[in-house]
């Protein structure tokens, strides 16, 4: 379990193939790093989906279906991006 001070909604930008992809992180827990609403968009529409994370302390997309395959191999920098904003 990761703990670290506020946690306040973030941004990180993602490559994906030619285009950069931003991302807004909401947390749910202002204070421990556990559950995401993140933001995106996709085709000109607003996605939203979450990220929490597991029994093996790592995050994780939880609502897989709401996402295309191809962002859902970004799941790695994703996850990056939380635990380094907390840093």
Known sequence: MYFCGMINIFEATVPLGEE???FTFNPINAYKLQLFQVYTMIKEQNVRFHMQINEEGAFEITDKERLPAAYLALEPQL???IITNCS
Request: glycine letters at 0%.
């Open 20 to 22: 950069m992809v931003k």
């Open 79 to 81: 996850a990056n991006a």
